[in-house]
Each structure stands twice: as structure tokens, then as C-alpha cells.
């Protein structure tokens, strides 16, 4: 009887391994050699015969031909961002937890439905109301009002990720607040919490977790992002993503677009880090 | 009980067919496949009443002419970069490509092209511009259409941008407009560096050929040079133009000049076409210091496994051997909309007459946009005649009753010899580096944004601050517990 038990729990063990085998394979073919082969590409060059050569200088010529200010506006995009939408998206999250069940998926589905319209679509949509003489600027010159030149600067290309990204900030944050245990919110008023202490010791920490997924799923997509700053910078704020994707799109140069995305993924490892040694002092999960 | 009975029963069944499958598989003869590899909306394949579709039409004449019967496999692909990647990995099978000048040269030099059997292609010699006859790749590639580069703009500045002799240059994108209307904002360029370049270089070339008391266009100092101090100098004057572009744009272009957004736009002849049907105020024109004309052509990989058959469709495209197949040539050709290296074709009176009309075609600009070498008033005298007798002859008019006269190859060739243009060629490998490294230049340094910088160093300083300040009371509140 007990080897039986022993037997079936092996098999179970197998069964239990052979089920991760899939993700495996997945996770082997998809993401770790594409990187190899980023890795491979971004360490060496080509010569005129087409014979791939080792070499430092696709690394060296970043400092020279003008990138590092691309990466810095990048990111500096991306933090406004990722910022605008931690502040719209907290206070959402935190209404959207409150309310009853029943509304609450209903109002999530509003959440998600822009997602399930293409990015480039929804961008383009973006394109249209803010042109010239688009919706917003036809409805100024009906007021009387003088038109206003929306499209392509800054602010319109941050506007344009804080509407495409906002979705990943709610979602996270939304899921950690709506397990918050509504008896420590009473035993918070309990202790005599008033409104904003609840808020600031119970609520906030324990959404901390929440938040930094959030910004992540925002900052990550926000740096590497290359339609938006076209379409809405008409072309004009070169992001590290539209300097990648030409380089593999119109120059052929894919040594130095392999070496752009890596610098690119160390330079979001770096950022993560330092998000999470704050997530891990609360003892957030982190993503 | 129940379900073994069905599931007998249905074993039958499937036993019953099995023959039937095996016995239709035999007789079927497996059909002939024709892979063509085209751009998308390039080719009329509608199955409609009275509408072509090319294929078809092509597979009825196949069997008809040839005693056996095809299947043509239609693919499209949106830029030469896609179709290229797909023919180098090797693994699809592509009979006929129809890529752009560059790309094609490009192919030839790395022997992907096939040379085409010209005893195959029996309509060539007839059927094709002279012009086209001449040119180097000649022996790789059938030219399927061509066209130019031109400005497109707002009609109601037509005469703020035109120069006291008429003429307009590309000077104008640079806000350098005539009589001094400023256009900041207003103007559109193109987001790829060889027609952004190009239109830099054509400026170039030509007040560099006035300066030397030369005539325009006889040599080509820029356009295809591999001195990169001249690609240096074109690059100062893209650099000159940013601050009074509005964007860098590829297909963003219908929208932008379809809307009136933007007011200035250099852009291909036969797209302007898709554009005035939305938006009737755009006009068009060829800038005086030249432009760059381009051609798609049908070629045939070396990789193709029916070589022959897809030189036979080459053949069908040009007419037949007899010129069998031109009234489905020539519904493709008004489908299209851009301008035809097949004579028969451009000289055809019914498709002349259908390009110019207002309602069903172009307009009568059609004529000088299209085909602005040829000698276009002259045609255009020709085709209205020709248009209003047949609206007399009805419905039922027989063209070859036509009593009028008929447009002739020297109407169409070297006409026009004000008329300058450039082909692009492949450049050399150091020239395309050094050329992209211009363009990267000019990309990086960005439009200023201050306040997205100092927007970002605040809330960055404020997270510092508020990490800070968490660590400071975290330490305060340790000591009471």
C-alpha cells in the first residue's frame, strides 16, 4: 500500500516537472536565445565579406555619434510619464476598490476596453483629435477661440504614453488595494486613524507592492517605446526606441541596433533595482 | 449499447467515403502554382461586374495559350526591405517580384535575379518606352510602372509659391517662399534619409550647375555621390530646414494633407491622386531644379521554381505576344494610377481619354502629372478630342472607327528636355554608412523639450527627497519601539 502511495507520488512529481517542460522550451527558444543573439550581435561587427568579427567598437561609438543624450531624454520622458500615470492612477484604483462588486467590473472593463483596440490605432486616434485642425482645435474655433498647437511637442508625446500605458499602473494597483482586508481600515479607525492617517499608514504601504509593478509595466514599455514620439512629436523627439528601430529598419546596421538594446535593457535593470530596494524595505512582492 | 452503435455507424460512414476521397485525389492533376510577390494595391484584383481581376484573367490566357492550366498565388508586401528579408531567408516560394530601382540593383549585385529570357517575353521589344530599353538593368527586369517625385500644396498658395518665372523650387520647404509667406509649421518632409537627402541634393546640384554657367541636370554631382563632403553639404541644408518643418512623415502624409494640417508636402505623382480625392484643394507640381524618378519592375529570383511561367506573366502583363491581353492591361493600368512604361498601353486613346476625365478619372492634369516628358498639352488636345467622339459614338462605339488622330512614341519620349530627373542608385557600402550616419545625426538632436528635462529632474528629486525622509522617520520611530 505504502509503496504504491510512494509510486503514485512519484509519477505525480514526473508529471509535475513534465508540465513545466512547455515553458521551458518556450522560455529557452524565445527569450534566452534571442538574447544570446542580441548579446552576439552587439559584441561583434561586420566586415566586407560578411564575416562577423569580435569587437568593443559598436559599444564605443555610443559615446561618440550623440546616443547618450537619447537615452537621457528617453528616460526622462518615460519617468514624467510613469509619474502622471502613478498619480492618476492611484487615486482610480483606490475608488475603484471601494466601490461595489458588481460596478467594479464594470468600471475595470472600461479600464481595459482602449486595450483592446491596437496601439498604433488608438495613437493615430490621438493624431487626429489633437491636429491643427483636428477635433479639439475645430471645437476652439467654434468657441472663438484662438487654435493651440498641440501635436508634436513634449507634452504630446507624454500624453500619448500616459494614455496607452495608464492600464498597467491601474490594473496592479487596483488588484493589491482590493485585497486589503477592510478590518484593518477598521481597526485603523479603531486606534483613531482619521481619514488621512488610515490612508497614509494602512492604505499606502500596503499597496506599495501594487505600485511598484505598476511603475514598472509603465517606465519598462515608456523608455523602449518607438511609435508614440513619431506620431505625436510628428517626428521631431527622437526616443532610444525610434533610434533601434531604424537602425534595423533602414540602415541594416543590426550590430548597432543589437548594442543600443542591449544598453537599453541594462539601463532598465539599473532603474528596477533601485525601484525595488525601496519595494523590499516594505517587503513588497516585487515583479 | 447506444453509443457503440454510432460510433459503429460512423466508422462506416468514413469507411464508405474513404474510396471516394482516394479515387478524387487521383484524378485531380496538380495544378501548376505561380508564386507572385507584388506591392500592396498594385494591381487591380476585383471580382466584381465589370471589373478585372489581373490573376484570372492571366490563368484564362495561360490555358488558353498554353494548353495547361495555372493557379496564380498573390502575395503582398508594404516596403522593398520586407520583400528582400523574405526572398534572402529562402523560405517562401517567389516566382515574380516587382521591387523598386534601388532594391533591384541591389539584388543583382548580390546574384539573386535571374537574366530574363527575352525570347519568352516576346512583347518587350514593342511594348516598352525606349527610354527603359536602355537602362543598365535591362536584362533582370521588366519595368512594371514608374513615377516622380513632386510638391504637393494647398492650391490656395499657388502663386506665393511660384517665382517670378512660373516656376516653383524645392527652396519652398525650406520656407523660402517667393513672396515671403511664412510657412513654419506648416511643412512636411520625408522620415527616410535617401528622399530626404534626395530633395536636398537636387537643390544642390542644380544651383551648383548655375553657378558653373551649366545647364541643369547634365551632371549629377550629388544625388549618387560618394564624396562625403557633398553629402556633408546636403546635410547642413536638412539641418537648415528643421525648425520650419512641422514633422517628418511617411504615410502620416494622406492624413496631414487630406486634413489641411499641414500645407506643403513633397510626395510621389501618383499617390497626390489618392490625395485630391479627399481633398480637392491640393495641387501639384514638379519643382524646377529636377526630381527623382523611380520604377517598379517584374523580375524573376533565381530561386524560382518556375522560371518560365513567370516570365510568360511578365509577357501577359506587357499585352501577349499580340497585344491579345491589353484591355485587362489597360483596366489594371486605370486601377493603378501611376504612370506606364507600356506603350501600347500609354498610347491607347480610350486610356488616355479615361485618365483625364473629372469624373471618372484624374482630371485633366492627369496627362502632365503622369507622364510631364511627354509632350502633354499636345496629348491632351488629342485625348479631349477623342473624349467627346466617343461620347457621340455611345455606348457601343468601336475605337478603331475613330477617324481622329493617334498619339505617337515621339509624343511621350524626350519631349520635354527641361524636364530633369535622377534615378536613385544603389550607393556603395561606405557611401550608405556614411549617409546614414548623416541622417542619424540629424534625427538624434531633438526638438527642444526643457520642460519635459526639468519636469523629470523635479519629480526625481522629490522621490530622493521622499526616500530620504522615509528612511529618517523609519530611524525616529525605532527608537519607541
Redesign the interface.
Known sequence: MVIQKEKMNKKRSFLRTAAAYPHMVWSALFIVAPLIFVLYYALTTEDANGNFQFSWSNITALAGENYLPVFFRSICFAIVATAICLLLAYPLAYFLSKCKVSSQRMLIMLVMLPMWMNLLIRTYSWMNILETNGLINNLLTTLGLPNAKLLGNGAAVVLGMVYNFLPYMIMPIYTVMSKIDPRYLEAAADLGCNGRQTMLRVVFPLSVSGIISGITMVFVPSVSTFYISQKMGNGRFEMIGDTIERQFMSNYDYHMGATLSLVLMVLIIICLAVMNRFGEEDGGVLV | MMKKALSCLLLLLMLATLPGVLTSCALVEPVKKLYVYNWGEYMTLESGEDEVHLNHEFEAWYEETYGERIEVVYSVFSSN?EMYAKLRNGSSKIDLIIPSEYMIERLIKEEMLMPLDFSIITAYEETIDPRFQEMATKPYCVPYTYGYLGLIYDGALDESLRDENGDMSWRVLWNEIPDGTDLT?KILTF???RDAFGIAQFILNYETALKNDEKPGTQDLYVNTSDTSRWDKAYLLLEAQKDS?????MD?IY??ME???ALLAPYYAGDYFTMVDVNENLSFAYPKEGTNFFYDAMCVPKSAKNPIEAQRYINFILGGEDGETLDAIIANAEWVGYSWPNMKVTMNLDYLADMADDEDGYGAEALSILYPESDHEALLAMVEEYAAWREEAGEDYDPTDYPGQQPTIDMFTDVNEDFVTYIYENLD?DTL?YA??RW??L?????P?T???V???V??LLLIAW?VLYALTRRYRSRYY
Not at chain 2, 518643418?245 to 512623415?249: D, N, T
Not at chain 2, 534625427?443 to 526638438?447: E, H, R, V
Request: with cysteine; charged share 20%.
Open positions: 526591405e509649421d522620415n527616410n534619409s518643418l512641422q514633422a517628418y512623415v502620416e492624413n496631414k486634413s489641411g494640417a557600402n554608412v546614414n550616419g542619424e545625426a534625427k538624434l538632436t531633438s526638438a523639450c520642460e519635459i528635462y519636469l523629470s529632474g519629480i526625481v526616500a
